[in-house]
């Protein structure tokens, strides 16, 4: 047994109690429960054990609950479809030539005609109560662009109504605290006015056809059992298409160089991976971060909501990657083209072939693609020759049907017909979504024959210059032993964290120092005002930035929250689904971080957002994430 084995099975050293803590084996511990100290319960009625949830999660179910005396019964789960999430605006709004003096802007509709307010004295006089303490916006960057909007005004305006300005700071912001692929609303509105040009995706969208038809004729003729000679002029055609295809795309040679071995990888995911999160993350030790899924039709029309998800912060690039969803290979190949002509701050470019949600899947989209690989291939082509410099990777799950997984035979086409730089296998099936316990055996299986299949290729004359496939696994990442335990195996070469990176953000420093690490209710909180503050410098400091800041903040606690102090349980590590009785922590503050109540949420956002106004809302995404919803 090596060292590195020894260190993963033996209980955690000793050291300070805020750090670790040591096990306690409990007898016959039962399946899905985290055992707490008797001293930490509060009500021992039951414990839930039940499937998980997800940031993708859809749709209403009943899931079968036990309890800690062995009765079960019946709750309905799932997502609050109807949550609203727009929230309250200003009453009075002051007009944006008025926000910075500075800035030189004049109205164009004039002060008499301007629907909003033009006196500056008048709009702070109605204004909302300011929030205490400085401005995070203007400690980061040396200036506050909502300027007299700012709910932190008076930390950055002086006596005679004159904000004020930090140019040495400003200055050094520039280098080194700034966001990428911002793309203009000129240059959304080409897409929105189809005057965009798509030099290489109309080639290769006639390409693709032209096989689809051909295809298509071969069936047909095969059908009927006979050759028809009227088919071979376009065959011909087909060939040659083909032929110009095959000489003239991008081979991996002229794409960046991916190397994922071994890099603290964080999913894509919907709703909760936005830029002050993956932000958060890169300063806790991720090395690669995702975008949100990005939908390829939307990009295509520039719609403002779809393309604000590529925007990365400057310290996630390198290895930041754009996730996509498309259906039809144009769709891809015209995102791709998009992307790497306004985005050019992306390391790789990913096709999603996973989402398990019944929107994209009755689309043809996200896992609907593992039942059609043919076309599946035909986006993953498109995307590579339209994607610029930009390296294409691809996320799948094990099939659609639990029973009935097919990764292992899909990355051999991908191997073969492909030029894709990555492959993520998440361990469960479409029909799974993220219940039960992803399957580790099969990925390793999968990454296996990958490799057995780019041997096969290997001499090869027209696939020599590409790059060697990462093959990286994904599925119940929650403590640092999990990520060795994958990793030790030769055929993946790293681990994609998603719900684990969420409910421990510091995950990676467990990898890093391959110990437990029990954070403080302090430690985590900083960790919370780190993400406020992110969130502000992002969205805004003026009302609308600070409520979106506020909603957000209470979508990243819906996981957060979740996480159960190592000092307080009984044995560990525990499980991502594994769930706690009714428990107290160590302090009071530690109780209120892990309250499963949504207005301790909004309570602790607070703490560094201010008052919530009388017209905040905001409601759960899924029913599980509300205390109010899970009482009887």
Known sequence: ????????????????????????????????????KKEFIVDAKSVEVIDDDSAEQNGDRTEEISSSNGKKGKRTRGQNKNRELKQQEEENK?????????????????????????????????????????????????????????????????????????????????????????????????LMKKKFEFKYADEVCKIMNNIQDDNKKKDAARKKNRDDDEDSTAQDDTKEAMNNYLETKFYASEKKKLDLVNKKIVSPLTTVGNLPYR????????????????????????????????????????????????????????????????????????????????????????????????????????????????????????????????????????????????????????????????????????????????????????????QRINFVGNGDCYNWDDWYRATDNEYIDSVMVARGALIKPWIFEEVDSKQYQDKSATERLEMIKTYANFALEHWGSDEYGVNLSRRYLCEFMSFFHRYIPYGILERYPIKLNERPQNWKGRNELETLLGSNDYKDWIKISEMFLGPADDGFKFTPKHKSSSYENNRN
Not at 108 to 126: I, T
Not at 171 to 185: C, D, H, I
Request: glycine share 6%; net charge neutral.
């Open 1 to 36: 047994m090596t060292e590195d084995t020894l260190k993963r099975s033996a209980s955690p050293v000793d050291g300070p109690d805020a750090k670790k803590s040591k096990t306690v084996e409990v007898e016959t511990p039962k399946k899905g429960i985290a055992y707490v």
């Open 94 to 190: 002051l007009c944006s030539s008025l926000i910075d003096p500075d800035a030189n802007r004049t109205c164009k509709y004039g002060a008499e005609k301007c629907r909003f307010v033009h006196d500056v004295k008048e709009y702070l006089a109605h204004k909302k109560p300011e929030i205490e303490g400085v401005c995070p916006v203007f400690n980061a960057l040396g200036y506050c662009p909502a300027g007299f909007k700012c709910r932190f005004l008076h930390s950055h305006m002086d006596s005679d109504m004159n904000l004020i300005k930090d140019h040495v700071k400003m200055q050094e912001a520039e280098k080194t605290n700034y966001e990428l692929n911002g793309v203009t609303s000129d240059q959304k509105f080409a």
């Open 279 to 466: 932000r958060l993350m890169r300063t806790l030790g991720a090395d690669v971060t995702y975008s949100e899924m990005a939908l390829s039709l939307p990009l295509i029309q520039g719609t403002n909501s779809e393309w604000a998800l590529p925007k990365a912060h400057c310290t996630e690039y390198p290895g930041f990657g754009v996730q996509i969803a498309a259906a039809k290979h144009w769709q891809g190949a015209k995102a791709a083209e998009a992307i790497a002509r306004y985005c050019p701050n992306v390391s790789e470019l990913n096709l999603n072939s996973g989402c398990p949600i019944d929107l994209l899947y009755r689309q043809g989209a996200g896992s609907g693609l593992l039942d059609q690989p043919a076309r599946l291939i035909r986006i993953l082509q498109s995307m590579n020759y339209c994607s610029g410099d930009i390296p294409t990777t691809l996320k799948i799950r094990m099939g659609t049907r639990d029973e009935h997984p097919i990764a292992h035979n899909l990355v051999k086409r991908v191997v073969n017909e492909t030029q894709t730089a990555a492959i993520t296998l998440h361990g469960r099936s479409r029909q799974q979504r993220y219940t039960k316990e992803a399957n580790w055996d099969y990925v390793a299986e999968v990454g296996k024959a990958l490799r057995d299949a780019e041997h096969e290729v290997a001499d090869d004359k027209d696939r020599r210059d590409f």
